[in-house]
């Protein structure tokens, strides 16, 4: 008799972090919490930010989303926001080791990058760490919502690369350890990323301790204004090999054809920012 491989989907799910589209901050109806369970009952493992301390959004996609998705999640940081993972509990099993990532105040000064003055003095809202298992296969998932500031700010731009790096660091030195839980860390979500490619200071950062950004097929941002590839799935070496396919869901442009008028772009956007997100959801299946 044939076997065949199991496949898991890793999916986040980020959205925008200004405040009218946060979790718990204003009101949406019914139907967009259906809309948005729709999509994550698609996938196995979904990172979610911007879930604020104001759970009563989070429980209203909860009561949309099929009995088997089970959730944890963090307590508020900056901009009083939570992190979470929503994941297939008939397919996917929690491990033991969870939390946010911790640095110590005495390492704080060894994440540092030539040619940036600013100091890393920790994260502004903390990544979240949890591990998983899938059949025989474990893996460490790093949820991130990295500071953003302002795009045209030097100072700004500095913070989200050392915040970048930490993050980067953190997971290298994690897999090199020989009390290393899994070495199957990828970190997703909101990186802030302005370009993938070389020369962008928060690319570099990400991608200097081993991380790898695969290639997808989508022809499309992650951002609905289509100019920015803010969210990401980074993987470490020897992951590449698991990736079956991956990339960007256009929602909005596949689920909401009637309402896109090309002379008027920002009325759907507006619509979307508003009660969906402005942040489309980056995914990858990983077969093992």
Not at 50 to 56: K, R
Request: with cysteine; proline share 4%.
């Amino acid at each position: 008799m044939m076997k065949f491989k199991k496949s898991f989907y890793c999916f986040c799910l980020s959205f925008n972090s200004a405040c009218i589209v946060s979790f718990g901050l204003q009101k949406r109806e019914a139907a967009h919490y259906k809309f948005i369970a729709k999509i994550i009952s698609w996938f196995d493992v979904i990172a979610l930010q911007e879930i604020n301390d104001n759970l009563e959004g989070f429980r209203a996609l909860q009561k949309e989303l099929p009995k088997r998705y089970k959730a944890v999640f963090t307590d508020a940081s900056g901009n009083n926001e939570r992190m979470a993972y929503l994941y297939n509990s008939e397919k996917i099993k929690q491990l033991e080791k969870i939390g946010e990532i911790a640095i110590a105040a005495e390492d704080l000064k060894n994440i540092k990058l030539p040619g940036i003055q600013s100091k890393f003095e920790g994260f502004s809202r903390t990544p979240f760490l949890a591990n998983f298992k899938v059949s025989t296969f474990e893996f460490a998932l790093v949820n991130v919502h990295l500071y953003f500031g302002d795009d045209t700010e030097k100072k700004s731009i500095e913070r989200r690369t050392v915040e970048t790096f930490a993050v980067a660091r953190w997971a290298d030195l994690g897999r090199k350890s020989k009390y290393v839980f899994t070495p199957n860390i990828m970190a997703l979500g909101d990186f802030n990323l302005p370009k993938v490619e070389k020369g962008d200071p928060i690319y570099d950062a990400l991608v200097s301790r081993g991380f790898e950004l695969p290639e997808h097929t989508s022809k499309v941002f992650s951002n609905i204004t289509n100019y920015k590839n803010y969210d990401q799935v980074a993987f470490l070496p020897g992951m590449k090999s698991l990736i079956k396919t991956g990339g960007v869901f256009d929602f909005d442009g596949a689920l909401f054809p009637d309402l896109w008028d090309e002379t008027k772009p920002t009325i759907l956007r507006n619509y979307l920012r508003y009660y969906i997100s402005d942040h489309r959801p980056k995914w990858y299946e990983l077969t093992i």
